[in-house]
């Protein structure tokens, strides 16, 4: 057993455990050492431990990496792997293996809570309790207070989903269970597929223009930058909550912030931010119908699992001399 | 895209950003060179981070520097003049950024 596999990624034991039939391994954890290679940093680490493969989450694998030293393959514990210079790795003939769809449920979950939260006012009747302003002592002030914190059902309400790809269609099919009305704009994805989760393809004006909750899945890319503008904002109805558990590349944030501001639109969900990572300056705080988390979409010890499972059984496929599922530079295999 | 003065005013605005004192109480200690490379001037600029101070830009390459920013010269500009974040020039392919994660944590602050 002479293969040295370095892992920085979050990996259960049970991946590690498959993996250790093929090799050593070295976990570090970057949750538990508190530490990020980028580039070169990457390179002294692998060159110090001799290690032969390397499996991240968070660390950036750059041309140095691959230009320093001969690498026999690299895991991302990603949905794509943004991190791994793949036009490098594939000039070097390294397979990349990656996690598609690793974090999807935990996004998808998410996603509905923000929306929840929004229809139930969650965050504003939070704060309004916890601020000690809240002190009840007529029926006139009961009803009053009641009367601020009525919300709306999910099963006569719509939600747009842009983007029905893997957390899009499962927040489709979660939604399913509340009777919820659900609309899709994705030039990608068929009526037909959109049927099979009782999900109805519009234009995006449409989806703007009827939805009570607009959700954000599609993907960063320069196609995707801004598409929800200023002029989509002004579609929505007044009383509709925007939520985006995607990247904030998407939209335009200030406008979002100036139709929130402005009252223009209810409110909003947001796990994703144009600054990060997200503190306690976030702007968005001070508006108590915006719910605010600091990008934790994929942050649950389901996706750690998930993760571990794809990367350790893809590696473990492609050992036996298998063909991998997860290869984001599948041409390395057919050349070789 | 923009042109190189307008690159060179903004990358003084970096500076001026820097010296606001809430700003350079964050780099205290810090000794870095920070470079951008634009793709569409085919030009570089760099600096360095030291004793609190930030160097003037100097048009040219380092052979290593410890931050290499690469960008297109518009993004530049849109991203200090808050019309685009960072994050998501980086998010887009806009901008791609080399050096340890938490001076390219550091280095947001200045844009």
């Known amino acids: 057993m002479s293969m040295r596999i370095l892992i920085t990624a979050s990996f259960h034991e049970d991946g590690l455990k498959i993996l250790q039939q093929h090799a050593t391994v070295i976990h570090e954890d970057w949750r538990i050492t508190r530490h990020v290679y980028w580039g070169e940093e990457l390179l002294d680490k692998i060159q110090a431990i001799k290690a032969d493969a390397v499996i991240v989450e968070a660390d950036a694998v750059t041309e140095d ?14 949905d794509s792997p943004k991190e791994v210079d793949i036009e490098s790795a594939t000039a070097h003939s390294v397979p990349v293996f990656y996690t598609p769809g690793r974090n999807a449920d935990s996004v998808a979950d998410l996603t509905v809570l923000l929306i929840l939260a929004q229809a139930r006012k969650l965050i504003t009747t939070d704060r ?22 009525k919300g709306q059902e999910l099963g006569r309400s719509t939600v747009g989903i842009i983007g029905l790809g893997q957390i899009g269609g499962r927040v489709a099919q979660r939604l399913q269970g509340f009777g919820t009305r659900v609309l899709f704009y994705d030039p990608h994805v068929n009526k037909e597929q959109g049927i099979q989760i009782n999900a ?7 989806l703007m223009r009827e939805s009570d909750f607009i959700t954000l899945h599609t993907q960063a890319t320069p196609e995707t930058f801004r598409m929800i503008g200023k002029e989509q904002l002004a579609w929505m109805k007044p009383t509709a909550h925007l939520i985006n558990t995607a990247r904030s590349a998407i939209i335009d944030e200030n406008a979002l912030f100036e139709a929130i501001q402005m009252g223009r639109i209810a409110g909003a969900g947001l796990d994703v931010h144009s600054r990060e990572p997200v503190g306690s300056d976030n702007r968005f705080l001070q508006f108590d119908n915006v719910t605010v988390t600091p990008h934790i979409g994929g942050n649950t010890l389901d996706v750690v699992y998930r993760q571990s499972m794809i990367l350790a059984s893809d590696i473990d496929r492609f050992l036996k001399g298998e063909t991998p599922k997860y290869l984001a530079n599948p041409e390395v295999l057919k050349s070789s | 895209m923009a042109t190189k003065d307008e690159v060179i005013r903004v990358l003084e605005g970096v500076r001026v950003k820097f010296a606001a004192p809430d700003t350079k109480s964050k780099f205290e200690g810090f000794d870095r060179t920070l470079q951008f490379q634009f793709t569409d001037l085919e030009t570089s600029f760099h600096t360095r981070i030291h004793d609190g101070m930030m160097d003037p830009f100097s048009e040219g390459e380092l052979e290593k520097p410890n931050l290499l920013v ?14 685009l974040s960072p994050l998501d020039a980086y998010s887009v392919g806009k901008l791609k950024a080399k050096g340890s994660m938490t001076d390219l944590l550091k280095l947001q602050i200045l844009m």
């Open chain 1, 65 to 78: 990496v691959f230009e320093g030293v001969p690498l026999k393959f690299v895991g991302s514990a990603r």
């Open chain 1, 128 to 149: 309004l309790l916890r601020s000690g302003k809240v002190i009840i002592n007529s029926t006139e002030e009961f009803a009053s207070f009641h009367d601020s914190l």
């Open chain 1, 200 to 206: 109805e393809k519009t234009e995006l004006e449409t």
């Open chain 2, 70 to 83: 690469t960008t297109d010269s518009g993004t530049l500009v849109g991203i200090m003049q808050g019309n």
